[in-house]
């Protein structure tokens, strides 16, 4: 773990600004930053940042924080790997606690990351413009422009092409088989040769964008493997790794839902058609980790899997997965025998058509599977082994009604029994167990308005410490209060903007008599509705002495918020 001083050092190098401005155009607003939003598309910036503090606050998605949250949140990492983007941008060593073994695994780990990047760099240098490969994936309907910005590349035929160029730059055989990229000979030990050969090889990159792992597409018919994933290394991890989700997460934000394929030309010739919100399986289900991941810039999912058997069980197995999430499920109809990359590189505006025509999870699997099984016992059986599931995952439980009337009407059955039939089918005690937040969401500001006229009081006292405006509200607060005991409590950083952007840089300290007053008359309404409720209670219990009691202090409430008023 990295001790705290690696985290100020990195604060103390990189400003905010710096960390912010690669991704947003900031510009000038009194002693803030501002611009549009990257989370949201909007067309007035609601985007600030205080380079004072070091935080930033987006009033269009409710977030806020400092250069690590912020990275984040554009990256899809969590604070280490946030640290680790930072720590390199501002040429820092992170130094982690523990022993030396933990700095021998991270130079092992720098060793792979290298060994990944000159692989990369060697098949893209191999992938010319009039080699079999390359006509492939124009063939396949790549423009040269896509094939550049997605460094596609070749692994050449030979046995050993790969592993002789990088031994002659210094990797040894274990880094080279640790990375994935060799393999050692079965009947041979001893014996090493390259894990891809002829194959138009396809980049895996995790959510910071670093090649993790590759796919490679055989260019001979004569292969067994159409498709050959990276094996699972220290790098590359299946269950957490999407691919395209270094390019699509952006777009996913922005558009609130991500699509979701099964192949790289699928996702690829996606991108390529404008469909930048897309994302890819590698060779595996879809996971918990890969849900979580896709939660963290979207609560909406669209399945475009392929249409065969095999598809539609992937398609039910991951709608149950991403429904347990919390997440909404759509899924697009293809039509029989063709798959996104068929469709989009024939007519993109076809694969629109589709995308606007997607139903939910329920709905799509009620269609297909009344367009399959036209037995009515057999379309019975279907729809309580696949579509039931998925609507006992369903969280909601007005989304859960409205499925069972849809479900019910397909089926000519009744509502009541479609329910009945629901209990059968439990939710598993793992499945139970998952629970997904969005770890970038920011808290809701309290529905009390006396909290957030209380919240804004103390923001003005800490965004403008140590000036007459400052002086006055504290003074004026412990008035009004009765107490000071408040001061120190932490202010969220919304309430901390307003103030800034409410009164300016340089505000006299007057600036704040309407928050004051409006922040007075809020605890008297208070205070005098407790008062009425205690002096009805007295009453109710015909308690003479309680009676008075309240009533004064009722009176005593009362007559300042009139003279309150008439100050306003």
Same mark, same amino acid.
């Not at 980049?203 to 910071?208: F, H, K, L, N, T």
């Not at 997460?249 to 922005?254: F, H, L, S, V, Y």
């Not at 499925?403 to 793992?430: D, G, Y």
């Given at each position: 773990? =990295? ?5 100020q ?32 598309? +909007? ?7 205080n380079?004072? %503090? ?38 820092? +060593? ?8 933990? &700095?021998?695994?991270?130079? %092992?780990?720098?060793?792979? %990351?290298?060994?990944?990047?000159e ?17 492939? =994936? ?8 896509t ?12 046995w ?15 880094? !080279? ?54 094996p699972?290394?220290d790098?590359f ?12 997460? @952006? ?14 030309f ?22 918990t ?5 896709? &939660? ?6 669209? !399945?475009? !899997? @392929?249409?065969? %058997? ?12 991403a ?17 996104? *990359? ?36 057999? !379309? ?12 006992? =995952? ?31 089918? +439990? ?37 403008? *410490? ?30 901390? #903007? ?11 300290q007057?600036?704040? @008599? ?5 922040? +007075? ?32 202090? #009722?009176?005593?409430l ?8 008439? =100050?306003?």
């Amino acid at each position: 773990m =990295a001790g705290q001083d690696t985290v100020q050092q990195v604060k103390d190098k990189l400003s905010i600004i710096e960390v912010i401005s690669p991704y947003v155009k900031l510009t000038k607003a009194g002693k803030y930053y501002r611009g549009l939003s990257p989370f949201n598309k +909007e067309k007035t910036p609601s985007f600030y940042v205080n380079p004072e %503090r070091g935080s930033y606050y987006c009033f269009s998605s409710s977030q806020g924080g400092d250069q690590f949250s912020f990275i984040q949140a554009m990256e899809g990492v969590d604070f280490k790997g946030a640290l680790k983007i930072l720590a390199e941008k501002a040429g820092i +060593e992170i130094v982690y606690q523990g022993s030396i073994e933990s &700095k021998v695994s991270k130079d %092992r780990i720098e060793r792979l %990351r290298e060994a990944m990047g000159e692989a990369e760099a060697y098949f893209a240098r191999a992938l010319g413009d009039g080699t079999d490969a390359y006509a492939y =994936a124009q063939k396949r309907g790549l423009t040269k422009e896509t094939i550049a910005e997605w460094n596609l590349g070749f692994a050449p035929d030979g046995w050993r092409s790969l592993l002789e160029s990088l031994t002659s730059e210094g990797f040894t055989l274990p880094e !080279l088989t640790t990375a994935g990229l060799i393999k050692e000979a079965d009947e041979k030990r001893g014996t090493f040769y390259d894990r891809f050969r002829n194959r138009l090889m396809f980049p895996i990159r995790d959510a910071a964008g670093r090649t993790v792992a590759f796919t490679g597409r055989a260019l001979s018919p004569d292969d067994q493997a159409k498709y050959l994933n990276s094996p699972e290394t220290d790098l590359f991890k299946k269950s957490e790794v999407l691919f395209g989700m270094d390019r699509a997460k @952006d777009a996913i934000r922005q558009r609130g839902f991500a699509i979701l394929v099964e192949g790289q030309f699928d996702l690829v010739l996606l991108h390529q058609a404008g469909f930048t919100n897309t994302i890819a399986l590698s060779g595996t289900a879809l996971s918990t980790q890969h849900l979580s991941l896709i &939660k963290r810039y979207a609560d909406n999912l669209m !399945l475009c !899997l @392929d249409s065969d %058997r095999a598809g539609l069980a992937a398609s039910a197995k991951s709608a149950r997965a991403a429904l347990l999430s919390g997440m909404r499920v759509k899924a697009i109809r293809l039509p029989d025998g063709k798959d996104p *990359a068929d469709i989009v590189s024939e007519d993109p505006h076809a694969f629109t058509a589709l995308a606007k025509d997607a139903k939910s999870i329920i709905e799509f699997f009620l269609a297909v599977l009344s367009s399959q099984e036209k037995d009515e016992t057999r !379309l019975l059986r279907a729809v309580e082994g696949i579509v039931l599931p998925l609507v006992v =995952a369903v969280k909601s439980p007005l989304e859960q009604n409205r499925f069972i009337e849809i479900i019910a009407r397909a089926v000519n059955s009744t509502p009541e029994a479609v329910r009945r039939a629901l209990p059968k089918l +439990e939710v598993s005690p793992e499945e139970k167990s998952e629970t997904y937040g969005s770890a970038f969401s920011a808290g809701p500001i309290s529905s009390s308005v006396l909290e957030v006229r209380r919240g804004m009081v103390l923001a003005v006292m800490q965004a403008y *410490a140590n000036t007459a405006l400052a002086d006055r509200v504290k003074s004026e607060y412990a008035r009004i209060t009765g107490a000071d005991d408040s001061l120190d409590l932490p202010v969220d950083e919304r309430a901390l #903007f307003e103030a800034g952007l409410t009164y300016g840089e340089t505000p006299d300290q007057h600036a704040g @008599d309407e928050l004051l007053q409006m922040f +007075e008359y809020t605890v008297l309404s208070a205070k005098l509705n407790d008062a009425t409720k205690k002096l009805r209670t007295a009453e109710a219990q015909g308690d003479q002495e309680s009676i008075t009691e309240a009533m004064h202090t #009722f009176r005593a409430l009362s007559a300042q918020l009139a003279a309150l008023n008439s =100050a306003r």
